[in-house]
């Protein structure tokens, strides 16, 4: 039975709905059921379905998704190369959508800072490496002059481990070194953000490695949000988060911690996997999951003092077998 709310019951609701904080309010980067379609030769493909995504500040997270899952199309529309077709997109405070073409290159310039997949799209090939991360500092008039510009290098080159390549130009580099160099390029201007697109792609393992701990140092020396783009799964043991996407869509992710075996005092990495829940209640299963149980269609659920279950639909077999009797009597009929 239901009982009509009192007028003071609904002034209270309309109180706390106002109050209510809006989704990713303290977040730095939010997409809210962002939606990029793109029309070719009259076909329609989404590549971005209402994505949701909310990124803290000072998080070092990955997003991790199967080759056309849509991860370049986000990676395009945080670095404003891009524009949803809807939704809502922030980045440190910036209106992704709205905001004017001057705006977009202020943002680009100062807000964020890319390091792509391709070595050569990341330096300039006749800048020494020096050179190259001062260039930035140039564009966005920063004060100090030559000289300051020339000491930002040499920090940014020392902290990531590549002081040795400065006066080098990229041919002089190795691809790993390269890529160093672009992260310091990346972070000449101290961006809010730092996004990189498959940045170890064309990199052996242990090269990779060296990469991914620079960007490491980067995070944790100099605070710096950053958010990696990757097709490889195992690139989800180099950081505490990562997203999955799958359709268009965040699906599951995945957190690690560390936690110290009270026995022995040693420390080990614990990983957590979780679904994200939108605001419509939509959940995400893993398809490794539903396939594991069989189940599809339909589930059967269950609310519980502390968790929700969910189970294979008990109704199917009933089903099942009511459709095996009618054939039977077909058959005898
Ligand atoms: N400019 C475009 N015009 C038409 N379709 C596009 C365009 N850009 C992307 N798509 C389509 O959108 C979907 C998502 O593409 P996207 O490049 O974002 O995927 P991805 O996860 O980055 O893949 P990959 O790892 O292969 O780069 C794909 O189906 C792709 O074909």
């Not at 040499?154 to 002089?172: F, T």
């Amino acid at each position: 039975m239901t009982t009509t709310p009192t007028f003071h019951e609904l002034a209270d609701r309309a109180l706390a709905a106002r109050n209510a904080a809006a989704y990713g309010h303290d977040a730095l980067i939010t997409c809210d059921r962002v939606v990029r379609i793109f029309s070719a030769d009259g076909v329609e493909v989404q590549a971005l379905q209402g994505l949701d995504l909310l990124v803290r500040k000072g998080e070092l997270m990955a997003l991790v998704g199967a080759s056309g899952s849509g991860k370049s199309t986000l990676m395009n529309i945080l670095a404003g190369l891009d524009r949803p077709t809807a939704g809502a997109a922030r980045v440190a405070d910036h209106d992704l959508v709205t905001m004017s073409a001057k705006e977009r290159l202020a943002y680009r310039r100062t807000t964020v800072g890319f390091v792509w997949q391709q070595t050569s799209r990341n330096l300039l090939p006749y800048l020494t490496a020096a050179q190259n991360v001062a260039l930035p500092l140039q564009l966005a008039g920063t004060r100090g002059g030559r000289r300051a510009r020339a000491d930002r290098a040499k920090e940014l080159l020392d902290l990531l481990d590549v002081a040795e390549c400065r006066d080098r130009r990229p041919h002089q580099m190795s691809g790993g070194q390269q890529q160093r160099v672009a992260l310091a390029v990346a972070l000449a201007n101290d961006p809010a953000v730092l996004l990189a697109d498959e940045p170890t792609g064309e990199l052996d393992s242990h090269t990779a490695e060296q990469v991914f701990a620079a960007f490491r140092t980067a995070n944790e020396e100099l605070g710096t949000t950053i958010v990696i783009v990757t097709h490889d799964q195992s690139v989800a043991s180099e950081v505490r988060r990562t997203v999955a996407i799958r359709d268009g869509r965040t699906s599951t992710e995945v957190l690690r911690h560390s936690e110290v075996d009270s026995a022995t005092g040693q420390e080990n990495l614990v990983a957590r996997e979780y679904a994200m829940l939108d605001r419509a209640g939509r959940l995400q299963l893993p398809a490794e999951y539903t396939r594991a149980l069989g189940m599809r269609d339909r589930v059967a659920l269950e609310l519980e003092p502390d968790h929700i279950a969910v189970r294979p639909d008990d109704t199917r077999n009933d089903d099942a077998a009511r459709n095996d009797d009618a054939a039977r009597n077909d058959r005898e009929g």
